[in-house]
């Protein structure tokens, strides 16, 4: 680090430093893939259920009776078994590697940011980006139930109003269930310069966690990635052992918080001793 590095950087506001920080993050996505994979992300699966329902749609949800829970249980059931998991070890594989693939690290430490500024920016533009996509694909949801009513109009979804304090409910414990996979995923894809490595291991960890997930096993409690199929069952059925409530939330919503810190500050503590050669 240089002098006058050092010295801006003692001498800056903590709270803007790291503001800016986080604002280059942003700036550096505008030109890359990730903008267009969050809208994906947060609008592709309300559509697909929408073509769903449009060409069988007197099936999974009954007539004459408020339509929204089971329409919005059919799309959380898709999102938290199968594209959300995926969709946050590719988000992250991608946010990561944009260094990489412009081999931009020793130009990055030489700005007037700390280690920890550059590392945590980074980190917490990843997590406004997995809230931003379930924040669209909420919005979606709804704009699809209207639309579904248009197409059919005996599901009634205009009679009736959505459950807005469920679903915000829903999404919440789901964003948590969510940050364990975000943590591990963060930390190994800083670890590696290839993004490879990360991705393969968050594909195997994602199939073997629906395996666990599938088979009930206990040894699911303590795997990450099984964290949202398992906080998803738990609404759907109203109970799960794997996941007894303590504090209001699951107790695999505080394991995935815990894996969250954990591998948050093991990750920081090596990205201070690392030097980019």
Sequence with gaps: MTAERSNYVRNAQPMSTFLRSTIAEFIKLKRTPVPWFVLIGGVVTT????????VNPYRD???????WPNFYEFNLNLVA??????FVILLVSFVTSIEERSNTWKYLYVLPFSKGHIYFSKLLTIVLLVFCTLFLYHSGVLVTGYILDLIVPEFEFRYYQPEWMLMGKQMTHLFISLL???GFQYWLTMQHKSFLVPLGTGILGFIVGLV????NHRVGSYF???YPMHVNASFVNGTNTLNPKTLGLGQLEWNSIAYFLLFTLLGYVQERSRNVV
Excluded at 47 to 54: D, E, H, T
Excluded at 81 to 86: A, D, E, I, R
Excluded at 212 to 215: A, D, P, T
């Design 224 to 226: 990450p990635y099984t």
């Design 81 to 86: 078994l199968f594209l959300f998991p995926l």
């Design 180 to 182: 364990g996979i975000l």
């Design 212 to 215: 666990l997930m599938i088979m």
């Design 61 to 67: 949800i009954g007539l004459n009776t408020n339509p």
């Design 47 to 54: 559509l697909l259920v929408l073509f769903k329902f449009a």
